[in-house]
DNA sequence: AGCGTATGTCTCC
DNA sequence: TGGAGACCCTACGC
């Protein structure tokens, strides 16, 4: 019944991997040392350039003091099941990205250092690396540090009770209401998998829709907590991963009365929310055997859907006249689309998050769609054991320009590492604010930010008379090359970009038209 | 503290 | 076309 337990994860640790053809750079550290050692053993030269890093030499009859100062040393020599011979303890600097000597990647303290070897992690463009990234966003300035917190509040009660409690269940549903913690209520009887989408409909207060990896659409009253099934996709159970249907994308059409389903094969079903009944056939909406990741219907007009898949396409439809192949548009993207969303209010832009560590944006849905209106460089380019990023709109924000995104690339934060959570003007690209809280140590690849509650507040009109006086006095002294130097030749968010650089150079891209309010714990940075 | 491992997408053969 | 293997900053349990 479940397909995680299924044989099909593939890959494996390193030490299973059969050899490959690498032979000069094998797969891990360790692994190459060993090449190495062996190559020394038997007299061979090893080709790799010479550093002037030194080595350690010890003979086999002097492994037991050696192996107190190297315990690696010691696990080595008992691999080899006491072989006699010259042991080699190497202390050459070699990067884990690369396998190459003489220059070392992987975290200095909290700080993580790109090889020089790779295209830049952020940007994926060669030249430079992260840390010289022209989208890279830089912590030093105006960074007003959060105070550290000492005492027990009640978010240590949730950390403390569901994060290190043992949860060892799967598609475990918590409900619960943030200032009566105690009385939250866990279901583990809803899903057997990964909740992928919760909807709440807003037209039944307390009805809770969710979407699992197992198949099946749950109708939950949050009052009562008696929850029913609306849709199972594996009424036949398991029967190996080529045939076990998940859901990920869904959203409620509240005029219609209908929830719009689709799963990892690129089809798209409706069902009825009274009836609780399949509404036609399924459709097929992406390329055939691939996930679509997410589904949003237009909030000013409930008939037009976004959906976005795998096969690196969101595509605009009109559900009252859909058949496959016939979207009202398709948008390219440059790899797997993580999420799209129409904007909260109007329902006139689209916000994408896409593999290709880009946010990309469309102002309007019904203008020229081939080419998007910007696109943003982003740090979110991790799919592999995380829950993947999805940028969201601000909901209260009635310009529909802000959007929050957590961030893969951590920051130095006082000697620890943390994963801000980013506040973007997709209008620019620029940085808003960058949320970071100790702790909060891991990534936060989903963020929902309050209907109501506003961590933001407009600036008023005097206040963005007094920024524009200032912008246009620093272009006067400054000139306007900024922008070239700063993108060069990368092609991001800046096309219709008229107040000059994006992402990157935030000392000039923290003041925009928003303020952040220091409501709350963490860190903003504005 | 350190190791093992689940997990998803992409590239190459 | 499909399978095997690679993959840069995880998170968590043992």
């Not at 060993?34 to 492994?63: K, L, N, P, T």
């Not at 399924?282 to 909030?299: D, E």
């Not at 524009?468 to 800046?494: F, I, L, P, W």
Request: with cysteine.
């Amino acid at each position: 019944m479940d397909p995680t337990c299924s044989d099909s994860a593939a890959g494996g640790t390193p030490s299973r991997r059969p050899p490959t053809k690498r032979s000069s750079r094998q797969d891990s550290s360790s692994s190459s040392s060993d090449e190495e050692d062996e190559a020394e053993a038997s007299g061979e030269e090893i080709a790799d350039d010479e550093e002037e890093e030194e080595e350690v030499e010890e003979e086999a009859a002097a492994v037991e003091p050696a192996a107190k100062e190297h315990p690696a040393a010691a696990a080595a020599g008992e691999k080899r099941g006491g072989r006699k011979g010259r042991i080699t303890i190497s202390l050459k600097k070699v990067c884990k990205v690369c396998k190459r000597t003489g220059h070392e990647a992987g975290f200095k303290g909290a700080v993580y250092i790109d090889c020089p070897m790779k295209p830049c992690f952020l940007c994926k463009m060669p030249g430079h690396t992260t840390l010289t990234c022209p989208h890279r966003v830089a912590m030093e300035h105006g960074v007003i540090p959060a105070p550290r917190r000492n005492a027990s509040t009640s978010l240590d009660y949730v950390f403390q009770s569901q994060v290190k409690g043992k949860i060892s269940m799967k598609g475990l549903l918590g409900i619960w209401d943030y200032v009566k913690l105690h009385e939250k209520i866990t279901y583990d009887s809803v899903h057997s998998c990964i909740l992928n989408s919760m909807k709440i409909d807003n037209a039944n207060d307390g009805i809770l829709y969710t979407a699992s990896s197992d198949g099946t659409i749950s109708c939950t009253d949050l009052d009562t907590g008696i929850g029913s099934p609306l849709l199972n996709l594996n009424p036949n159970g398991w029967n190996g991963p080529s045939s076990w249907r998940m859901i990920y994308g869904m959203d409620l059409n509240t005029d219609k009365g209908l929830i719009l389903v689709a799963d990892n094969f690129g089809f798209l079903y409706f069902l009825d929310r009274r009836s609780k009944t399949r509404i036609g056939h399924p459709i097929l909406i992406h390329k055939k055997g691939s996930k679509v990741t997410t589904l949003h219907c237009n909030p000013a007009r409930p008939e037009v859907l976004l959906s976005s898949g795998n096969d690196h396409y969101a595509r605009i439809w009109d559900t009252r006249k859909l058949e496959a192949n016939s979207p009202l548009a398709s948008l390219a993207h440059g790899r797997v689309v993580n999420s799209g969303y129409f904007s909260p209010q109007s329902g006139n832009k689209i916000l994408t998050t896409c593999q290709d560590n880009r946010i990309r944006v469309w102002d309007y849905i019904f203008g020229d769609l081939q080419s998007r209106s910007r696109e943003i460089v982003h740090s979110h380019d991790f799919n592999r054991h995380l829950t993947p990023f999805k940028a969201e709109w601000d909901p209260k924000d009635y310009t529909e320009t802000v959007a929050v995104v957590g961030r893969y690339i951590s920051e130095n934060y006082n000697g620890v590492a943390l994963h801000p959570i980013d506040f973007i003007d997709t209008s620019s690209g620029k940085l808003l604010a960058e949320v970071m809280d100790p702790d909060l140590a891991t990534i936060s690849p989903v963020n929902k930010l309050h209907p109501s509650i506003f961590i933001w507040k407009p600036k008023t009109e005097d206040e963005l008379a007094e920024e524009r006086t200032k912008q246009k006095a620093k272009e006067y002294v400054y000139g306007s090359g900024s922008r070239k130097k700063t993108n060069g030749k990368h092609d991001n968010s800046s096309d219709d970009d008229s107040d000059g650089d994006s992402g990157g150079k935030n000392k000039k891209a923290k003041k925009t038209r928003f303020t952040c309010t220091t409501k709350g714990k963490g860190k903003f940075k504005v």
